[in-house]
């Protein structure tokens, strides 16, 4: 199907006047070629996606029932639970489908981490990429603070008073925030509203994404560059269906989700009503940002452990000039590899120590990770980058696939 | 250039237009900033917020090593009647090595109630040692679960990540035990 639609008058007659068509054909069609060697990691970018539009279609479907205001919204998420045909249903989507959709963001950048997709030329396709994991990372919060329990109203006072250490101006930003003196309904209420925008703010940001990424493609597992017409696979039929086919294993995975274990992922103190007298004895994040918050305590100072924190996605940004190897993919990394591993370790470490109390040997360990995790970006990166000879790299992508005995097969043994 | 496309043979007009791009923007920035203030000012506290501004406490139930817990605008503040070794432990410190280094007897008006807001300096949250049954950290007075914050009977930060000590709320004394807090 070259021109999209040939065949129908109807089409016809829109295309002449928008061409949807011939640009739906170009985004996701047969007239989109992709690298004839993605692997599965390359389904998250679409699963994402997908979450993103369940997230919004549940969220705006809570939205009839939920009551912004901090004498109700508890009592309305109950009532949510117990008495709207199905409630019980839309909200467990909703509240799993963040946690899914975090999973399959951090995958999409652990696999672009892997594959050395922050490089030249997607830098500005990276950052993008960041820009919606903050902005995620802030309507999460805001959504978990809606339900007005426990969790979510000391999950609201911590990190808003984050802002606090901010020299001079911190505490007028901070009651700026609350629109009062402590967490109450008036912050209840604008959180709604943020919650309910930012969605839609992902949604264009997301635009902005694939526009980056189809102006020189998707990277590949060889981390080379398509070098014509041999490497390639129209995005339709190839991708569509195996992104279909992703699809079906990920919504099997969430509906367990949904269906037998909605609150593992959550907290039971969600369930009592909010006290702003009383903290719970152990309060932590949703697991998400679990690492976040070990790197946060591991700095005994105030402001200090909210820069390291800040610092330790900022840290990200960079990256495409910290890593000083001329080789995109660590396939082809033998040393980097191993380092890359040790990092990820490291970060299910700092979740591990976000999610105990900060006493004891967790201090230490909660430290030690905190430091090697800028210890891999700012002195890893870059002198393994200089010192490390790389493997031969295959001659193109098509070759790589045809070559059994070369890239291909090792290319599949070291893939995360 | 300008004195070729307008033929009016000013040599002047490229920088009188310079000015005049510049005097517009400046008028747009400032007048955009203007009517921004009012939608992030709408954030800020609202009169009936401001309005609750006292509270009233009778201290007369509270037994000499007892602690209850007020409410004075939506935040806790605790009222401790300290015991006598209370008080001396407060005392019995070199103000200089503390960490907000504050005395004892500029944190009280009567030495035995300690009157604070309770929220610990860090992020926030309530700190324990309220209740005899609590943790009361290494120091005897509050200890904060949330990152680890120690209080001394004095409220004063003395181990842990908070910067500053428990915050001593303005009230007076209305009478021997009554007093008015805000
Ligand atoms: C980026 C997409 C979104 C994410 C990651 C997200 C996340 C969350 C989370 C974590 C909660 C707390 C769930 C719980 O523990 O109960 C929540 C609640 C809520 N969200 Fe969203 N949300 C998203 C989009 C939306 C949208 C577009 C709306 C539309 C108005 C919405 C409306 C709500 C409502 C009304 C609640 C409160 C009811 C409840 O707690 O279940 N959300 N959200
Ligand atoms: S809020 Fe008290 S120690 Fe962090």
Known sequence: MSSPGSGNRIVQWIEYRLPIFSWLDHTVGSGYPAPKNLNYLWNMGSLAGVALVIQIVTGIVLAMHYVPHGNMAFDSVEHIMRNVNYGWLIRYIHANGASMFFLVVYIHVFRGLYYGSYKYPRELLWWIGLAIMLLMMATAFMGYVLPWGQMSFWAATVITNLFSAIPLIGEPIVTWLWGGFAVDSPTLQRFYSLHYLLPFVIAGVVIVHIWALHTHGSNNPTGIDVKGPQDTLPFHPYYTVKDLFGLGLFLIIFAYWVFYNPNYLGHPDNYIPANPLQTPPHIVPEWYLLPYYAILRAIPDKLGGIVVMGAAIGVLFLIPWLDTSRVRSATFRPIYKQFYWILVADILILGWVGANPPEGYFILIGQLATAYYFLHFIIVMPFVGWFETPRQLPDSIATSVLDKGGGADTAKEGAP | ?182
């Open chain 2, 1 to 182: 250039m300008s004195t070729t496309t307008s033929g009016g043979g000013h040599g002047d007009d490229a920088s009188r237009r310079d000015f005049l791009y510049i005097a517009t923007g400046a008028f747009g920035g400032i007048g955009t900033a203007l009517a921004v203030w009012p939608l992030i000012d709408q954030m800020n506290p609202s009169s009936d917020v401001l309005a609750l501004a006292s509270t009233e406490v009778d201290l007369s139930p509270v037994k000499e090593g007892q602690a209850i817990t007020v409410v004075w605008r939506s935040k806790p503040v605790f009222i401790r009647h300290r015991t006598a070794t209370e008080i001396e432990a407060a005392r019995n410190v070199i103000v200089e090595d503390l960490r907000d280094p504050q005395a004892d007897e500029d944190r009280v008006q009567q030495d035995k109630w300690l009157i604070m807001v309770g929220v610990c300096t860090h992020l926030g949250c309530v700190p324990l040692g309220q209740k005899a049954t609590d943790p009361q950290g290494e120091f005897g007075g509050w200890f904060c679960p949330c990152h680890g914050s120690h209080y001394d009977t004095s409220g004063r930060i003395r181990k842990g990540p908070a910067p500053a000590n428990l915050m001593v709320p303005p009230y007076e004394f209305l009478s021997d035990t009554t007093i008015k807090i805000g």
